[in-house]
């Protein structure tokens, strides 16, 4: 069971900055991928970015060159920099965890989700 908590949402202005952190309850060398998702009131979760136990990453085309995904190791922990917000960067984001439990069978752990609001 992998217990994944975010941090870092809030309200900010269009044009600005935030930095959303994942910290997951065990070494993310044991997950397969790490990524965040969002959801938009009355619309359906879609990812934001991914990024492999390897490092290669995955953007959803509207973030592309706005957002940035790391992932630290030592502090088990994957951040999502997010910059050039606008209005309709506006959702509840959540930290996922892609892990194969046995070969063939993956399960995906979510955290509770951060608020984040941008003004226009």
């Known amino acids: 069971q992998v217990q994944l908590v975010e941090s870092g949402g809030g309200l900010v202005q269009a044009g600005g900055s935030l930095t959303l952190s994942c910290a997951a309850s065990?070494?993310?060398?044991?997950?397969?991928?790490m990524g965040w998702y969002r959801q938009a009131p009355g619309k359906q979760r879609q990812l934001v970015a991914t990024?492999?136990?390897?490092?290669?990453?995955n953007y959803e085309d509207s973030v592309k060159g706005r957002f940035t995904i790391s992932r630290d190791n030592a502090k088990r922990t994957v951040v999502l920099q997010m910059n050039s917000l606008k209005a309709e960067d506006t959702a509840v984001y959540y930290c996922?965890?892609?892990?194969?439990?046995?070969?063939?069978?993956?399960?995906?752990?979510w955290g509770q989700g951060t608020q984040v609001t941008v003004s226009s």
């Open positions: 065990e070494s993310i060398f044991s997950i397969n991928a």
């Open positions: 996922n965890a892609h892990k194969i439990l046995v070969p063939g069978y993956p399960y995906d752990y």
């Open positions: 990024i492999t136990r390897g490092g290669s990453t």
